[in-house]
């Protein structure tokens, strides 16, 4: 059992550059989330979804789209990548709302 | 919206010294959950506590949950090396947040052999 992999772990982007950032997850939760960490910073919300088709902005959306046209696949988007994007960033999925929630690996991002 | 704060910011003990992290919300919660961060790693759940004044142990970390539900505290008695890294505690939101977790800034605990 994998749980929720995201790929890729580390990624250096050019100013302007744009890219997708993977996740999966294979315990067919259908809560899924996008958060990024700053440093001494707690996680702070990007997008969330509820379910296949359904997503909606988090606290902090601006510079980032995603889609859910699976229960297992939750990709972030970056588009037109600025230097306040560096951040780790951290999918996570859970069963229930409110649950318990489980998270992959991250992905580091830095944008120069 | 719901704040989610967290005291202290950093902890630095001597090996066998007990630690204690404070977690308190601005508004009640359903439930509060810890989560435990390696340097360099990901959060990984810990505990989940739903019930007012809940106390759980795991071995030698001991967790509670106010008689109000604002508020919550992780105990670790006689500190090891392998407990070094940043603990969280988080609350869920609400249905317009998809029931995301709001997370505190997070105590990160250093032990020196």
């Known amino acids: 059992n994998a749980g929720v992999t995201q790929t890729p772990k580390f990624r250096i982007l050019k100013i302007g550059q744009s890219m997708t950032l993977q996740c999966t997850q294979d315990?067919?939760?259908?809560?899924m989330y996008w958060y990024r960490q700053d440093p001494g910073m707690g996680l702070k919300l990007i997008y969330y979804s509820v379910g296949a088709g359904i997503t909606d902005k988090g606290e902090v959306p601006n510079g980032y789209n995603v889609s859910r046209s699976t229960t297992e696949d939750f990709p972030l988007r970056l588009e037109l990548a600025a230097p306040s994007q560096t951040s780790v960033y951290f999918c996570a999925s859970s069963p229930l709302g409110a649950g318990i929630q489980y998270f992959g690996a991250g992905t580091r991002l830095s944008v120069l | 919206g719901q704040q989610v704060m967290q005291i202290p910011q950093y902890q630095h003990v001597q090996e066998g010294e007990d630690f204690t992290t404070y977690c308190n919300s601005s508004t009640t919660l359903s439930n509060i959950q810890w989560y435990k961060q390696r340097p360099g790693g990901h959060p990984v759940f810990l505990i989940q506590l739903v019930k007012s004044g809940e106390v759980k142990k795991q071995k030698r970390l001991t967790f509670q949950f106010g008689e109000a539900k604002k508020n919550s505290s992780l105990h670790i008695t006689a500190t090891q090396t392998t407990d070094v890294g940043t603990y969280f505690c988080?609350?869920?939101?609400?249905?317009?947040?998809?029931?995301?977790?709001?997370f505190g800034k997070g105590t990160s605990l250093l032990v020196t052999p």
């Open positions: 315990m067919n939760h259908n809560y």
């Open positions: 988080a609350g869920p939101g609400g249905s317009n947040s998809g029931y995301a977790l709001n």
